[in-house]
């Protein structure tokens, strides 16, 4: 699995691109008891992209794959090419993992990259470049090719793309964009103009891996960077709140040698930061000043992404499928005030009442993979302290 988003309905579907098997949608809760491949589907997304639930469409799900935008419709299970017209010509690059995302502000227009951004305001009939190409004119030769660069005339040729975006949840024309060739670029004008705020330690061939705007105001950003391409394995999430005028590096607490997928900043709690790594999931309480694990009975492998969807947290990784994290009401919660109390009841979430479903056919049997279901009703946690 590669990117992941969710869908605005309950249950949630949870969506991404496969690695060699197309895209697919799965239920967060299965109807019978338990998450089976009746609540897995295909969405018609060309393997290994982005795939978009339409937030104000729950029958439509946009997915972007190489070279190709599409719409999938669940009601007639018909997918519909969108593409932007100038993509199909061939002037323009594209990566096999292109960014589609809906606008925070403006659930109407989503935005499609490649090394020129897109945005479509009708569904995807027709689309607009927002942008010049922001890759870098001039990339170079890693040394980590070696002598294999020899081989290659064009190995030094332009080929960088648009590989993250941020849309504002402030202002609708405010974007943060990241490049797989390692520069960093934001507009305040819908795209008219753009401004290269790359912290200035960013060298070519890093790749930015996700680009996250602040929820809280329009200054402030994160973005988490991976260099494994030219044999750096350290992990590099940088921050900024003056918009991208100066960065901080905060990587406190993260191991040396497993390089950031991506960085997400919680909606609910300014500061509570996570990260996903080539081996691990990460939380930070203090914006980035201090990591610590988040691991739980994760397995380890390459978490390429995670989202926030209402309460929960939703990792996507490469071999070992979705993991949904329920509630994450006690990290919003948690501080200093309550691992020194000597008893505390964490304000639950809002529950639903559920009733699984009595008249389903024959059940499966029990060797039938299958996932869990989240938990029924309201979930109390409490702390309690040293006697």
Known sequence: LYHVQASNTFPYRVCSGQQESGSVCISSRGNDGEITFRDWHPVGAIEYGYVAPDPLH???????????????????????????????TGKYRVDRTQPILFSPVDPHVPYYAANVLFKTTDGGNTWQIISPDLARPNPGIPASLGELAAKDPKAAKKRGVIYSLGPSFKDVNTLWAGTDDGLIWVTHDGGKDWKNVTPPEITPWSKVTQIVASHFDDESAYASVSRFRIDDLKPYIYRTHDGGKTWQLITQGLPENAPVNTVREDPVRR?????????DVWVSFDDGEQWQSLQLNLPHTSMRDLWIHSNDLIVATHGRSFWILDDLSPLRQASKAVAQSGAFLFKPQAAYRV???????????????????PPDGAILDYYLGHA
């Open 58 to 88: 729950p029958d439509i799900v946009f997915g972007a794959g190489t070279n190709e935008v599409s719409k999938f419709h669940w009601s007639t299970g018909q997918v519909q090419n969108v593409t932007p017209i100038p993509l199909r």
């Open 355 to 373: 009733r699984r479903n009595t008249n389903t056919d024959t059940p499966l049997p029990p060797g039938e993979p299958a996932g869990k279901n």
């Open 271 to 279: 500061g509570l930061l996570f990260a996903g790594t080539e081996t």
